[in-house]
């Protein structure tokens, strides 16, 4: 099946009470083990690209052109949406422009004029061109491919006046941060998130910093309206773990142990591995 937007798979998962995992790629090994797992375990799912990931992987087209081979290639039938994740505006109309089927606009660090203005006119064009579009509002904490924010709670009213723009998602900061939490997080903020759900009705929630949230935590935001949760961090260590291993148990140095086949081949399995435990958790199982 062809790219879709996450219009579609999102508004299922907020009337179904369940999330729908962004997972972030940085190489064709990390897109094979997600779609993959996507399609053994009959789940939509988005596959995040932040910019500094985009550059790595030399730039949007590339992307999009091995993102589309292996949907073909891999005859991968469950919705995958190809989502731009913590965009620039400049960086939102490149995609758009390559060919990816959703975008995120992080606006968050602009004064909320400025964040409504550039949501709007990037919301037109996504209507155009039959893209989703995510706005944010109140930063997500922490640091992600040196995007940096302060960990703030979103205002409920700036989230509303946000989602009227005809957003077709909104991520908002509730207390989450991205990459690993600190030993004293005070947790996520359900009054928060209560307020902004309440304001926004059908809104799909984006919940960002998906890593190390626990999964009591990770259930009672999607029964307040979190329909999309993103993991990158996790994915990362799960990698960097069994890659570590691969190599202190000497395996690259036995007999052809040192094709990049197989020295990936661990961390390959342990991205499938987190994935399908996010997959089982948020409730996207079977649901494609
Ligand atoms: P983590 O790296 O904390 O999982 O956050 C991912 C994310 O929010 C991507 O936007």
Redesign the pocket.
Known sequence: MPLVNAAEMLTKAKQGHYAVG?F?INNLEWTKAILLTAQELNSPVIL?V?EGAGKYMTGYKTVVGMVNGMLEELNITVPVALHL??GSYEGAKKCIEAGFSSIMFDGSHYPIEENIEKTKELVAICKEKGLSIEAEVGS?G?E?DGVIGKGECADPQECKQIADLGVTMLAAGIG?????YPENWEGLSFETLDAIQQLTGDMPLVL?????IPADMIKKAISLGVSKI?????C?LAFQEATRKYIEEGKDLQGKGFDPRKLLAPGFEAIKATVKEKMELFGSVGKA
């Open positions: 962004q972030n995040g932040s994740d913590h997500i922490g992600e989450n941060i991205h990459g690993k960002h910093g998906g890593t190390g993103n993991v990158n961090t996790e990362q």
